[in-house]
């Protein structure tokens, strides 16, 4: 199987940064995309942004755009979300995906959880104010 962790998460004043980082490792696997999504409490989990490996394509949600940066490296095996200017709505769990052939549908977005296969833990983010 394929095992994602996240990393970078923590406390933060509303202004501040963070940057997460999330690897993947395990069995060879065919990684399409990866992306981050997040939830907090009494909501729904949330896409935040995703990488496309093939051209290197990004795609951010409109509260994060701007503000959050999804980079990876030349292994394609991870991405790393960079987040500035840090608002408290922002406090969430960030969780890391990937997208393999088997889950990637051309008739989804990079925003729908079904798109992803694996998934990581997560790590908290907390953003005070």
């Known amino acids: 199987q394929v095992q994602l962790v996240e990393s970078g998460g923590g406390l933060v004043q509303a202004g501040g940064s963070l940057r997460l980082s999330c690897a993947a490792s395990?069995?060879?696997?065919?990684?399409?995309?990866m992306g981050w999504f997040r939830q907090a409490p009494g909501k729904d989990r949330e896409f935040v942004a995703a990488?496309?490996?093939?051209?290197?394509?990004?795609y951010y949600a409109e509260a994060v755009k701007d503000r959050f940066s999804i980079s990876g490296d030349g292994a394609e095996n991870t991405v790393y979300l960079q987040m500035n200017s840090l608002k408290p709505e922002d406090t969430a769990i960030y969780l890391c995906?990937?997208?393999?052939?088997?889950?990637?549908?051309?008739?989804?977005?990079?925003?729908?959880?079904?798109?992803?296969?694996?998934w990581g833990q997560g790590t908290q983010v907390t953003v005070s104010s």
């Open positions: 995906a990937v997208s393999t052939p088997e889950t990637w549908s051309v008739l989804r977005w990079y925003d729908s959880a079904s798109m992803y296969e694996y």
């Open positions: 395990g069995r060879s696997f065919s990684n399409i995309a």
């Open positions: 990488i496309r490996w093939s051209g290197g394509r990004t």
